[in-house]
């Protein structure tokens, strides 16, 4: 008979206690230039993150050149004083760096990505971007090419349609939010080189500038590196730019993007609350999570499980410009498509969906499961060094203090039911919501008007 082998097990691995962990707070300082710099060591992280945050607006874009300063942040890495556009990009690759641009309303910000072994060069690099770039006529020419063949792709794409058209009805005419952020067809045309040194002439110094660096900084002497790279960078004193305050119309309505023949809509409807500053931030983020900030949402579970008329919808809160005085402003928003025939039934159940919220409020279940999704994956969030200092970069941006973040996570666990349901039924009232749907205007027009949500206007499609 033959005996059985027997297998000796490992013990079976067993949860370690849970560490306490809250969002890094940022060691600051200045460079002799002006400078302000942050910095946050992060043992284990090789790959270190850099942010560059310039006062350079899209407010601050001379009348009739919208989108100028989207050119000047991608000509960043087309060349500078000492190596043209294909030397920069080489440069960049051989010490294994990324380095990426672009503009918003409350300025224009570089990221660079650079191995911990390489930071010396990399912040080499981005130091001679900022202080000596080359804007050559030939780069700029090609990358205002580029952006004008562009123009067309977005405004074939029915969401980027709709955030456009959203703009535009929100704000008035006279707000550069009310245009699109890296300018038309019109305007990019008449930018050249020389009006994109003019704009970094004008708005790019250190003495207004913020630098935020994030990772293992073990062995590196940062103050010496950064003094001998970007300390290097020379401007006027400047001062920071006034903030004006965001002035918007929310009234009600329906504006309808024609799209003769589409088989889906594409929703968008928003309107414009507080920024981060009001105190009712982090219930409005909660009760907005809960709203349609996952599969687990009400809007989804409406919308998308019992109705089947959307593959999701979401809802959002997304800071345009914040100020310390309370004048900063958050679109809010609740976006999703839906197939035509089902438009007027899907914004029927929304609405729906919205009053019962106001009516009955949110269920202490929905709130535990916003809570965990929200704080209890913060720390998987923030595992890399970038997704920490895009984080700071936003709190300087935003003019909030720097332990901002971590606050913000402990008051959503010690936000309740009711504050949460409050903040969003306050955030989302349905009589003050404008609503934009790009798709077949002859199919969904009528469906729409009969529901009484707002004036329905119809506008064509460029």
């Known amino acids: 008979m033959t005996e059985l082998a027997t297998m000796d097990f490992h013990p079976q691995p067993q949860a370690g206690e849970a560490k306490p962990w809250a969002f890094p707070a940022p060691e600051r300082g200045a460079l002799g230039n002006g400078l302000t710099v942050l910095r946050c060591h992060r043992p284990g992280q090789q790959v270190v993150a850099v942010e560059v945050l310039l006062d350079a ?36 690759e051989r010490c294994g760096a990324t380095l990426d641009a672009h503009a918003d309303h409350p300025g224009v910000r570089l990221s660079l990505e650079v191995p911990a072994s390489r930071l010396p060069k990399g912040l080499g690099l981005l130091a001679d971007a900022l202080r000596a770039p080359a804007f050559a006529d030939s780069e700029v020419e090609r990358l205002v090419r580029n952006r004008l063949d562009e123009i067309p792709h977005e405004l074939a794409n029915p969401s980027r349609r709709a955030a456009k058209e959203l703009s535009k009805e929100l704000f008035p005419a006279s707000s550069r939010m009310s245009r699109p952020r890296q300018g038309t067809e019109e305007t990019v045309a008449g930018i050249d080189s020389p009006a994109v040194r003019a704009f970094h002439e004008k708005h790019v110094r250190p003495a207004t500038a913020t630098v935020v660096v994030v990772g293992d900084l073990t062995g590196v002497d940062l ?24 002035v918007a119309d929310d009234t009600g309505r329906v504006v309808i993007v024609d799209r003769p023949g589409a088989v889906q809509t594409q929703l968008l409807i928003g309107r414009v609350g507080p920024d981060r500053h009001d105190r009712v931030w982090p219930a409005q983020v909660l009760g907005t999570y809960c709203l349609g900030g996952t599969l687990t949402s009400r809007l989804d579970r409406v919308l998308r499980e019992e109705k089947g008329y959307t593959y999701g919808v979401r809802s959002f809160g997304q800071v345009l410009r914040s100020a310390p005085d309370g004048s900063g402003a958050a679109m809010l928003a609740i976006s999703g498509s839906v197939d035509t025939p089902n438009t007027g039934p899907a914004l029927d159940d929304l609405w729906k969906v919205l009053r019962t919220l106001a009516a009955e409020g949110l269920t202490d279940a929905e709130r535990d499961v916003a809570v965990q999704n929200l704080v209890g994956v913060a720390p998987l969030k923030y595992e890399t060094a970038a997704a920490v200092a895009s984080t700071l970069a936003d709190q300087v941006e935003q003019h909030l203090p720097d332990h901002y973040q971590a606050d913000l996570y402990r008051q959503l666990a010690a ?44 506008v064509t499609a460029e």
């Not at 309740?416 to 027009?445: M, Y």
């Open 415 to 458: 936000t309740g039911t009711v504050e949460a349901t409050a903040a969003v039924v306050s955030a989302f009232p349905v009589d003050r919501l404008v609503t934009v749907l790009v798709g077949d205007a002859a199919q969904i027009k009528a469906p729409v008007e009969a529901l009484g949500i707002g004036e329905v206007t119809v």
């Open 57 to 92: 607006p899209l407010e601050a874009e001379p009348a009739g050149l919208d989108g100028v300063a989207t050119i000047m942040a991608r000509a960043f890495s087309e060349g500078t004083d000492k190596h043209s556009a294909e030397e920069f990009a080489a440069e960049l």
């Open 223 to 246: 103050d010496a590196l950064l003094g001998d790279t970007l300390g290097a960078w020379t401007g006027s004193p400047g001062r920071p730019r006034p903030v004006p305050p965001v």
